[in-house]
């Protein structure tokens, strides 16, 4: 018998008419192994599918939501393909366990294998982004029929060591500030984005009892070789040197001083017959807010 997780369900008036995201929300209450959560994901369809149509499955990570996807997935629905986008739980508009102990790193992988199962995905392109692909990476060894492509923009495989100076300063200033302001992060991050939008992202977040989650993923980082995850990251690294057949397509945001151009370079030397990256020249961390060029240069690269 599963045992019952307290979690908490922001109200939905606070995610209504969100700048350039107007995007019907689908939920599963029960997904298999998280019995009395509810977990919600974006699935958007095109009127006309594509001749082979992808099924582009975008996964957010710290501390944003499928909100991060929304200037993305118009162009690729509107290139005929289906978009699929969960909000982690503890995130968006999906439910969040109270008790920062309920987040690890097996937590959140298990909810995408499942999430992946329970919608039977089948020719995806993975997007993966920060936490996006530091789980993201590590599902498609699991399933390689499922994965066919894969965007992958400034994130990385945690395999046992940080990723530098950048990621310290971040997950110290994280662990000084539990009630996380999401929205100011996200403002000074992201200069670019309106004040609205900024709001937007803190949406899911209306006081601390909301944020374990965000709390908890600086913390979850695999920095150390023993850590829960870093042996999964590493097989997943071989897996993707060695194994991986499906077309890769890189963007980089250069201003990111977490995760940017370096850390990037890295990863790219790690996945089989990944291209030269696009680079993008003002973009900073969350890349996707630089969306629209990325996406259309994706769907050209696919085909």
């Not at 599963?28 to 998280?34: A, N, Q, R, S, Y």
């Not at 369809?45 to 149509?53: C, E, R, T, Y």
């Not at 110290?172 to 100011?184: C, E, I, R, S």
């Not at 980089?252 to 977490?258: E, I, L, Q, R, Y």
């Amino acid at each position: 018998m599963t045992t019952r997780i307290e979690a908490l369900r922001t109200d939905e008036e606070r995610f209504l008419n969100l700048p350039g995201y107007a995007f019907t929300p689908h939920y599963i209450d029960e997904l298999k192994g998280f019995e009395g959560l509810r977990l919600h994901y974006l699935d958007e369809k095109p009127a006309k599918p594509a001749v082979g149509q992808q099924t582009y499955l975008c996964l957010h990570g710290e501390p944003s939501w499928s909100y991060l996807y929304r200037k993305m997935v118009p162009i690729f629905v509107g290139a005929g393909h289906r978009v699929v986008a969960p909000d982690l739980f503890g995130f968006g508009r999906s439910d969040k366990p109270v008790d920062d102990a309920v987040y690890t790193f097996n937590f959140h992988r298990n909810t995408l294998l499942r999430f992946i199962e329970r919608l039977d995905l089948q020719n995806v392109t993975l997007v993966v982004q920060d936490w996006g692909g530091l789980l993201g990476l590590t599902l498609p060894m699991e399933m390689p029929q499922r994965f066919k492509r894969l965007l992958v923009m400034n994130t990385t495989l945690a395999v046992g060591a940080s990723p530098g100076a950048g990621f310290d300063g971040w997950k110290a200033y994280a662990k000084a500030n539990p009630d996380l302001n999401v929205a100011d992060l996200m403002k000074r991050g992201t200069p670019v984005l309106s004040n609205a939008e900024a709001a937007a992202y803190g949406a899911p977040f209306p006081d601390v009892r909301y944020k374990a989650g965000v709390r908890r993923f600086p913390e979850l980082v695999m920095v150390a070789p023993e850590m829960e995850g870093a042996d999964i990251s590493r097989r997943a690294a071989n897996w993707w040197a060695q194994e991986w057949t499906g077309q890769s397509f890189m963007a980089v945001g250069m201003k990111d001083p977490v995760l940017g151009p370096s850390v990037m370079a890295a990863l790219r030397q790690t996945i089989r017959g990944c291209p030269v990256p696009l680079e993008i020249a003002d973009g900073g961390h969350f890349v996707q807010e630089w969306g629209e060029e990325i996406a259309r240069a994706t769907v050209k690269a696919f085909g």
